[in-house]
């Protein structure tokens, strides 16, 4: 819901902090005292088309902000705000939009830049204003299948039954299309895939193998450079040339020695070990040269084969991968592929059955999820209609229609449309082409009515314009529908009855006054006397009376009754 609402320099707003309760939020004012703006600065924060010409007088730019408080119930926002990048921080969202006197504008939400369009798309899943076409949610068509799907349980299960089999028909389908469009380019590809099998297969490959050959290429290379390095290595451990004696008769000499010496002081001892120790480790080191040694054998013919063998390899290497595991892997996927490509004709005729059946599943399904549709339509037509008799609209006749298309789409085969007429005699027609402002309000306001309780719309709503050429019983009964429906949502409501006033949450007053030669508008929260005082002069006006105020008492004491009734309904 919306927490808090801040403004800068838009137009009469110089600057204004209002905060907005759960519940019904009232609007009040003398006219010309800038509710609309207020409604127009939220509307900014939602995404919509802001003038320069909004900047007040004298500043170089408007900036408005809003804090609304973001609840678990939410998919559609969390999964914008996932899409989008954007961190939640302790269940706010706090949103900035500030536009200059030149026209240029940044988008801020919770500190990440985002676009007017990102905006806007976001603010239809907080916001919901009433009272402007452009604005009315309920001509959105995903809007219209939500109102009839969440008044019936019965519909949640069958469009999932119909959206899996949807899901499944269209996958199969695509991939359908995907190999039929292939099938034009299989004949020439099965002759490079049978030629690249052929190639790889006659190749006769050993997983490993090429590190192997390479390993032993670089030994027979270099045999005459090894050979030299084991003589010499084995001669100076043992033997004795040139006044040099070899390390192991060396070491002989000094283990004699130290055990000679041992029998006339033992100081040494731990040496004498450790050069034992050393001695039998370079005898068995010495034997091991020895022997690897006499095995070597430098065989030109093997060194000519294992070369043969390595430019076989380095071919395929450089065609099909970086080692000779991942060319086995690249034939792997040759052969699927042909295999794939020559049981084209079976697999074709399987995905035509599997389609088929998916296609049944789904049309029925999707004659099962129109039947529950018109049942629901019907009722909530009847309901809405309803209604609107007691809103002022005793001529109205209201109805949606369950249209089959025999198109298929996420939300069945159904078109749903709404069809509206204001007076006796006049044929009804679609919703969208004949409602005015002022009535679009109170078809949302009757339809939020049936619906509030189960409705998984956006948690916030705005009413403008909603008590226009009404007054009377009409308007008591606009004022408790309102007051029923923020016993579920948010709502904010401009208005100019006393009626609708008296059944505020919070009342919040907006008037202007000079201040340094310029007309500033401010907006405050009112008290319970406040409220009574302003629900006093809204009823018989400036002139107020004792009468007048005992009255306002007795609607406030009417209105606490009733929204307490209320209450005890929802729990």
Known sequence: MLKTLTVWNFALLEHVQVEFKHGLNILTGETGAGKSILIDALGAILGQR??????????????VEAVFVVEED????????????IDMEDGMLIVTRQVARNGRGTVLVNGRHITLAALKQMGALLVDIHGQNENLALLK??????????????????????ADSYAMWQKLSKEYIEKEQASREYEQRLDMLHWQNKEITDAQLKDGE???????????????????????????????????????????TIQKNLSDMSRYDDTLTNAQKIVEEAFVSLQEASYEIRDYGESM???PERLNELQRRMDVLYR?????????????????????????IENYDADMEALQQAIAKYAEKMKEHAVYLTKLRLETATKLSREIGDQLQSLGMPKARFQIKVEPTGNYTLHGCDKILMYFSANLGENMKSLQKVASGGELSRIALAIKV???????????????EIDTGIGGRTAQMVAERIALVAQYKQVLCITHLPQIACMADAHLYIAKKMQNGTTVTNIMLLSEREQISEIARMASGVDMTAASLENAREM?????????????KKM
């Open 50 to 63: 802001v003038s320069a010409d909004a900047v007040r007088t004298g500043c170089d730019w408007l900036r």
């Open 74 to 85: 939410m998919p559609s926002l969390h999964a914008f705000l996932k899409d989008q990048s």
């Open 141 to 162: 068509e995903e809007n219209q299948f939500r109102l009839v799907d969440a008044h019936e349980s019965r519909i949640a299960a069958a469009l999932k039954r119909y």
């Open 210 to 252: 090429d590190e192997a050959i390479e390993n032993e290429l670089r030994k027979l290379s270099h045999a005459e450079k090894i050979a030299g390095f084991v003589e010499e290595s084995y001669n100076l451990l043992n033997t004795s040339n040139k006044g040099h004696i070899g390390i192991l008769s060396a070491l002989s």
């Open 297 to 299: 054998e430098f065989n």
């Open 316 to 340: 395929l290497r450089k065609k099909y991968g970086a080692t000779i595991t991942d060319v086995l892997v690249y034939q792997e996927n040759v052969q699927k592929e042909l295999s794939m």
């Open 450 to 464: 049936v619906s509030a309780s189960h409705d998984g719309s956006v948690p916030s709503m705005v009413f403008d």
């Open 556 to 568: 406030l004491s009417h209105a606490r009754a009733k929204k307490q009734t209320f209450a005890q």
